[in-house]
């Protein structure tokens, strides 16, 4: 019992450490963060400042290293977006994002699990159509509240000063990983 346990657990860690590394490394291919935050325009004292400030001067397997301590002891740092903690960006997020989950948890147990119940107690009967094709209408409405939000962050795809530069089309800011700033 102790061997399969251990097994587990070993199996979990080496995953967690994959993803993890995924992560890290695929973070890195979306392009220089330092220049992704200072823009095109940046010449190369800032940007040397901010790779330094950022540890991102070091070779990639030390970043690595760095990123994996600090992953263990539960040090997210600072938001590059922000200069906040990341711990403190993560809190801040917490709690409503706890009020949408539950409410969703206790409409999700109150209805989804009774109508497939009811699905497969009738099953090619009309009432399992109507449950059937009711997901689909449920579903829309799932897309196009994710449509809406879309278009409110894209600021309803108009071509925003921030995203519309030189006669290119950049995208969203929250694709781009562009910071907006308001005055």
Known sequence: MFAVALRLVLRALITLFLLTACVFFALHLTGDPARIMLGDGADATALAAFRAQWGLDKPLWEQFLVYLQKFVTLDMGTSYMTGLPVKDVFMNAFWPTIDLMVPTAIVTLLIGIPSGVIAALHRNQPMDR??????????????????????????????????????????????????????
């Open 130 to 183: 109507a449950i059937f094709h009711g997901r689909f209408i449920a579903l829309d409405f799932f897309h196009l509240a994710r449509l809406v939000t879309f278009l409110r962050q894209c600021h309803g795809l108009a071509l925003h000063h921030a995203n519309y530069h030189n006669g290119n089309f950049r995208g969203c800011d929250f694709l781009s990983l562009r910071a907006k700033r308001h005055d």
